[in-house]
Structures are given as structure tokens and as C-alpha cells.
């Protein structure tokens, strides 16, 4: 079942802060992150696994509450680079039927 | 490095007409991937393959078929070619399954189809 995202879309003004978030109807193993830019592939991010983890990457990170089957992306200082649609990817307790989230649109002015 | 390479890039098809896809990598990945993705939309699952040999379906495998007989390659095939599988076709590859383990999808750049 594929997980619920929010916001649908939010736009930002550079360096300003945002949080997208990732939950699921059923108890999770994993929870990927990408981000695709207009016109091109998903690019990964980072992956979480069952354990309560946080993770960063640059100014990028995310936490993973296995308890609540959510998950949340952090993006603090953002950048025009940020610009773009973020997924979320949800593994299930039993490691399989991964399933892609409907994204997250993104978009940082100057 | 190459990674995951998927042709053509383009492609504009009539009603009815059939077609391959094709997909490559060169990561010795066992895992492999198609996606297609609506405009505006999410990544809606077709196929995977977990090794050579081995296929199965997913979310949206009505219209297609798959084979993998080797490592590298894992072609994609539309049958009888209908308005409704206009979309970016997306093929990933990953050392292991996605649901289960800390290893990423890498996704190529995409096959972008009309069917007109």
C-alpha cells in the first residue's frame, strides 16, 4: 500500500526551513528518500532503517519513528538547489513490497 | 562509470504497435527495476527481477512482459501498444532488495514514450 506524503507541495524562500513527512498504514522496515528534478531520474538520498535512526546528509537529514510508521525529511538552509520533487520509498516489515510515495513538490525562490 | 543505461531516450509509437525497451548496468547488481511515471504522478512499480532467470510482477504489469537472462540486461516489452501507456519508463538496478536492506535503487535516465 503506498504511503501517504506530506505536504503535496510547499514553496520556500532561500535559507529558509522544511519538513516533509512519510507515513504508512502498515509497519515498516525501511524508508528511502530521493529527489528528481524536472525532466530527470530520482537521485538518492538516504535510507532508513527499522531502528529509530536519524540521518544526515549535508543539511539534508531524516528521522524514521517505526512505532508511528512514519518517517520525515529535514531541509534546513534550503538552497535553489533543492528545488524539486521529493519521494519517499517504504519498505514493509517483512523487508519486501517496496512502494514509492506520490512525492512532495519543492520549490525555493530567491 | 556508466551505471544504469536505458533506450532509447525517446520514442513515439502508434496504437498497436509493439516495441522493447532496453535496460542495462554494468554494477553487477542483482536486483533490477521498471517504473513508469505519469506526468505530475509518483513511480508506479512494473516488474523486478532479484537474479537472471527470475521475474515477477508488480504493481502495474498489465500491457508488458520482461525477461532476464543475463545479470546486465533487463529488457522491457509493450505488446499491442495503447494511448494509456504514454509515460517515462524508469529502470533501476540495486545490489539488493529495496524493502530490506540499506542499499539504494540507481535509476537511469529514463525512456520517455508517446503513443499516439
Known amino acids: 500500500q503506498q504511503p501517504v506524503q506530506s505536504p503535496q507541495a510547499v514553496i520556500l524562500r532561500e535559507g529558509e526551513d522544511a519538513v516533509i513527512n512519510c507515513s504508512s498504514s502498515?509497519?515498516?522496515?525501511?524508508v528511502h528518500w530521493y529527489r528528481q528534478k524536472h525532466g530527470e531520474a530520482p537521485v538518492f538520498l538516504m535510507i532508513?532503517?527499522?531502528?529509530?535512526e536519524q540521518k544526515g546528509h549535508e543539511k539534508i537529514s531524516a528521522s524514521f519513528n517505526e512505532k508511528k510508521q512514519q518517517s520525515s525529511l529535514y531541509l534546513t538552509a534550503s538552497q535553489l538547489s533543492y528545488s524539486g520533487t521529493y519521494f519517499c520509498?517504504?519498505?514493509?516489515?517483512?523487508?519486501?513490497?517496496?512502494?514509492f510515495g506520490p512525492g512532495t513538490r519543492l520549490s525555493v525562490l530567491p | 562509470n556508466a551505471g544504469v543505461t536505458q533506450t532509447p531516450k525517446f520514442r513515439i509509437l502508434k496504437i498497436g504497435q509493439s516495441m522493447t525497451l532496453q535496460c542495462t548496468q554494468d554494477m553487477n547488481h542483482n536486483y533490477m527495476y521498471w517504473y513508469r511515471q505519469d506526468p505530475g504522478m509518483g513511480l508506479k512499480l512494473i516488474y523486478y527481477s532479484v537474479g537472471a532467470g527470475i521475474t515477477d510482477k508488480g504493481e502495474v504489469p498489465n500491457g508488458y512482459n520482461v525477461s532476464r537472462s543475463t545479470t546486465e540486461d533487463f529488457p522491457l516489452r509493450l505488446e499491442l501498444a495503447a494511448p494509456s501507456q504514454t509515460s517515462v519508463y524508469f529502470c533501476?538496478?540495486?545490489?539488493?532488495?529495496?524493502?530490506?536492506?540499506?542499499?539504494?535503487?540507481?535509476f537511469g535516465d529514463g525512456t520517455r514514450l508517446s503513443i499516439l
Open positions: 532508513l532503517l527499522k531502528g529509530g
Open positions: 533501476a538496478s540495486g545490489l539488493q532488495g529495496a524493502g530490506y536492506s540499506n542499499q539504494p535503487q540507481h
Open positions: 502498515k509497519a515498516l522496515y525501511s
Open positions: 520509498g517504504t519498505g514493509d516489515n517483512y523487508g519486501q513490497n517496496f512502494v
